[in-house]
């Protein structure tokens, strides 16, 4: 079930609780640049965890509802071309359009557990972190141009500054990488 108890979306406030067989919960929510909004979590499908994502208009109707795969999405945003990018558990990261149809998805082996956050950059690529440390600058169909893992440990939020250096912050500390 998802449980939206009070959005805003310009001067528009809506209180809307969707109930759609199989959710376990919400795990991210987005405010989408054009407008509306995107979530991501966790949706039992016949005993098997399916990835779901939804996006609502700024009144909260439904555009679309897909699952994808196994597992659950763990962080949702937006990006350029008004498609949704989405971490996923099992070191994975899966790109969708506007429609809600996958473009790729892919999966990186030097993340030992769940992506943790995942933001585009202003080159149209993207940066990620992860579950246990790892940091991934990622092109524009999600081949890595470089990674690194950090002792601090979780990645829990990314963000880019307008010169293009990178920002992490991790559960103990806020650190800046200059940009590669």
Partial sequence: MISCTLLFSQDNTFIRTYNLDGMNGGLAL???????????????????CKIYAYRIDECGNIIWFNLYNSGG????????????????DAGRILKIDNLGNPEWEKSYSNVGGY????????????????????LLK?????????SATVSAGHVHALDEF????????TAVLCFFCKGI
Avoid at 31 to 36: A, D, I, K, T
Avoid at 73 to 88: E, R
Avoid at 115 to 134: K, L, P
């Fill in 162 to 169: 307008p010169n293009g250096d990178l920002m992490y912050f």
């Fill in 115 to 134: 992506m943790t956050s995942v933001i585009q950059t202003t080159d149209s690529g993207y940066f990620a972190g992860g579950e246990n440390g790892e």
């Fill in 30 to 48: 987005a405010v989408m640049p054009e407008g509306g909004f995107v979530g991501t979590g966790q949706h039992a499908d016949n005993g098997n």
């Fill in 138 to 146: 990622l092109d524009t169909l999600g081949n890595p141009l470089w």
């Fill in 73 to 88: 999405g763990v962080a949702i945003n937006g990006t350029y071309d008004d498609g949704v990018i989405i971490a996923c």
